[in-house]
């Protein structure tokens, strides 16, 4: 039995739970902007799931980069790979399926896992132009197993109705994403306040697991939607010593993940 | 169509006059690599207008373009200054209404690019199926029914632009261009393959028979190119991988700068307007001292 971690920051417990998800057969590319999941593909990587393919900065097939340094799509993700990968190779391996599992995050979420990362208003004039949607537009359309990450879980961001759909999640819920053909679709919300996944039947997002300190009101008061509540709420699990040790240590020395909460507007 | 000898090279000045008012301009760039952007500065200078900008990634060329009045649309799947954060300029256009942003998936805008490449009518992709990117262009996405199987569809429709621009490692007089590694992101790959017109620049000009000797790098050959112009440090501040890396330090002071109207002019008239020629530019932005430091990757 491993040993946990007592001392840790939300960052490397969002790593963590990420990392978790990633299993030894699957195929992993990142996108820009990442620092969390390329840490959480690195660490599974180190882990549990030494079989794991990432194809860093969704060029470098099985790469072996330095410590996290800036950029998740600089070439310097992609030393001592077995391929550089042309992108339009990358895109029949996309769109066929082989490359199976996307990580995402957006300006807004509903309650169905779509994820809006266009504009705030109305297309034409809209009150914020956001960067757009770029690979989130395609992957939650071509069947991915999407892993959606946010680092401001408030009303701002989990919204009941996206006011534009970058990334087909669960669309009106239910059945809607299968009548369509899409297969897969989100299975996970990790957060800085906590996890939450999606009931099976309808779709609609429900909380998974809180992280320590924070409250089931606390989480409902930060989310713009009614989110559905099992009837038992476990603390979101702990990191291992050794996964904490490998992430501050040899992956991510500089601490980049913790870019991400630096508090800018949402970039994809 | 160019014969093999002809030769093509020339001046910045004179690769920037064959793009005109109101062309449809591909522009290579990903993010915070591989763009030429001292050609970039060149159209600004000469005050191009009415361009069509399409990026796979928009980045800080287009948002100098767009702070310049030289673009009324956009193309792209994002525009942002990748780690940097928002495009302001760019944000603040469509904001206020002054440029339309055409937004597609990516897999969308590449089966567009293809199908320009191969002089298709359209493509199709299932990228986007569920989200609201099909509904916004009528006139390019829309879906489909196969014609065998009843399956949905996006028929993407050939976009050939008027002009690809481009920076890579080297090429002949003739315009054998060589990539080291050859051509990965999609824009160096597909853009000369779309459009009418080919500009490339390079860090070096080199010898015929040296490209007779390393054809394994040639990605694009001299049929297809118009014009070549020798400018080293030519995407700078974006990266050449290998040769030198992405200026960091400029990259945070437009990032900064560009926060207010007032900043992103000061930037502009600092380090695009100022400076006539591109040696002066390298100089205003830190001379010998900062091509070391992005030569050594630091």
Not at chain 2, 23 to 34: E, H, I, N, S
Not at chain 2, 236 to 255: G, K, N, T, V, W
Request: overall charge neutral.
């Amino acid at each position: 039995m491993a040993e946990i971690a007592r001392d840790y920051t939300v960052d490397e417990l969002m790593v963590v739970t990420l990392a978790r998800q990633f299993r030894s057969e699957d195929i992993v590319l990142n996108g820009t902007v990442s620092f969390i999941p390329v840490a959480a593909i690195m660490l599974a990587r180190a882990t549990h799931a030494p079989g794991l393919t990432w194809v860093a900065g969704a060029v470098g097939v099985d790469a072996y980069p330095e410590p996290l340094s800036g950029n998740t799509l600089d070439p310097t993700m992609w030393r001592r790979c077995v391929m550089y990968l042309p992108q339009e190779h990358m895109w029949s391996y996309v769109h066929r399926g082989v490359l199976e599992t996307f990580c995402l995050r957006g300006a807004q979420i509903d309650k169905y896992g779509n994820v809006n990362n266009t504009v705030i208003g109305e297309y034409a004039r809209p009150r914020v132009r956001l960067p757009g949607s770029a690979g989130m537009g395609d992957m939650g359309s071509l069947d991915k197993r999407i892993f959606i990450w946010t680092t401001t879980h408030t009303p701002r961001t989990f919204v009941e109705r996206v006011d534009f759909r970058s990334c087909a999640g669960y669309l009106d819920g239910g059945d809607a994403r299968e009548r369509l053909g899409l297969k897969n679709g989100p299975q996970l919300v990790i957060t800085n306040l906590c996890v939450m996944d999606f009931e099976p039947e309808s779709k609609h997002m429900r909380l998974k697991s809180l992280h320590p300190g924070v409250t089931l009101e606390e989480v409902q008061a930060q989310t713009g939607f009614r989110l559905l509540i099992p009837k038992a709420i476990p603390p979101t699990e702990p990191p291992t010593v050794e996964e904490i040790r490998l992430l501050r240590e040899v992956i991510d020395p500089r601490g980049m993940r913790k870019l991400e909460f630096r508090g800018a507007p949402a970039r994809a | 169509m160019a014969t093999k000898k002809a030769d093509k090279v020339m001046t910045l000045t004179e690769a920037a006059s064959l793009v005109r008012d109101g062309d449809t301009v591909a522009l290579q760039g990903m993010g915070t690599q591989m763009s030429p952007l001292a050609l970039v500065r060149e159209l600004i200078r000469a005050g191009k207008r009415d361009l069509t900008i399409v990026m796979i990634v928009g980045g800080i060329g287009l948002d100098w373009l767009i702070a310049a009045g030289c673009v009324r649309r956009v193309i792209a799947i994002i525009v942002n200054l990748d780690e940097f954060g928002m495009a302001h300029a760019f944000r603040r256009a469509v904001e206020a209404g002054e440029v339309v942003m055409e937004e597609y998936s990516e897999h969308q805008l590449l089966s567009r690019l293809l199908a320009g490449a191969y002089g298709l009518p359209f493509l199709v992709t299932r990228s986007g199926l569920g989200t609201d990117l099909i509904a916004l262009h009528p006139e390019t996405t829309r879906i489909i029914a196969c014609p065998f199987t009843g399956q949905e569809v996006v028929a993407c429709r050939a976009l050939v632009p008027d002009v690809a621009i481009l920076h890579a490692h080297r090429a002949d007089r003739y315009g054998n261009v060589q990539f080291f590694p050859k051509p990965i992101w999609l824009d160096a790959d597909v853009f000369p393959r779309a459009a009418k017109k080919v500009i490339v620049t390079v860090e070096e000009i080199i010898e015929n028979e040296e490209i007779r000797r390393t054809p394994i790098h040639t990605g694009i050959p001299y049929f297809k190119v118009d014009a070549v112009v020798e400018v080293p440090y030519g995407a700078h501040p974006c990266s050449l991988y290998p040769f030198y890396a992405f200026d960091r330090a400029l990259f945070q002071e437009y990032a900064t700068a560009s926060r207010t109207v007032e900043g992103t002019r000061a930037f502009l008239d600092r380090y695009i307007y100022g400076p006539t020629t591109h040696a002066e530019y390298l100089q205003r932005v830190g001379g010998a001292e900062m091509l070391l430091r992005i030569r050594k990757w630091e």
